[in-house]
């Protein structure tokens, strides 16, 4: 593949059924292509886990996928409130969702640690009032 295959996902941000519909195209995309597994999977949670962030913080965005031969690009964008503190975010547990969130079961504060966990590489740029964009990187050799 000499060119990435490039996929758009608008991130609805007012229904949290619809939350997790580009992770699922985009698994379905890389089985296609005969990916590993375990790259699928990785690559996957990832990008739920953004997906959910963007309908829960920022009222949606838009999730840019691109695929290489060597690796796998997600860029989510929003242009939600931005974060305050980066480093309190990535803290395991740190939340700031709102209790009807959490009662539907989103919220528990694992989106930005596990983004972080499954992929190879992760960067945040954030301005508080002007949104989002978290770049992640899976690397498929």
Do not use: C, W
Request: charged share 25%; no cysteine.
């Amino acid at each position: 593949m000499s060119e990435p295959i490039r996929i758009t996902y608008e991130v609805d941000g007012e229904d949290f059924m619809s939350a997790g519909t580009a992770s699922t195209d985009m698994k379905r995309v890389l089985r296609q292509l005969g990916l590993d597994s375990e790259i699928i999977r990785r690559a996957a949670i990832a990008m739920y886990e953004g997906e959910i962030n963007m309908v829960i913080h920022a009222h949606g965005g838009v999730a840019e996928v691109a695929i290489y031969e060597d690796r796998i690009e997600m860029n989510l964008i929003d242009h939600g409130p931005g974060i305050p503190d980066v480093e309190l975010a990535m803290s395991a547990g740190y939340s700031t969702a709102a209790e009807n969130i959490r009662e539907l079961g989103f919220g528990a504060g694992m989106g930005l640690p596990n983004m972080k966990k499954y992929t190879d590489e992760m960067t945040i740029e954030t301005e508080v009032g002007k949104g989002t964009t978290v770049r992640m990187v899976v690397r498929t050799v």
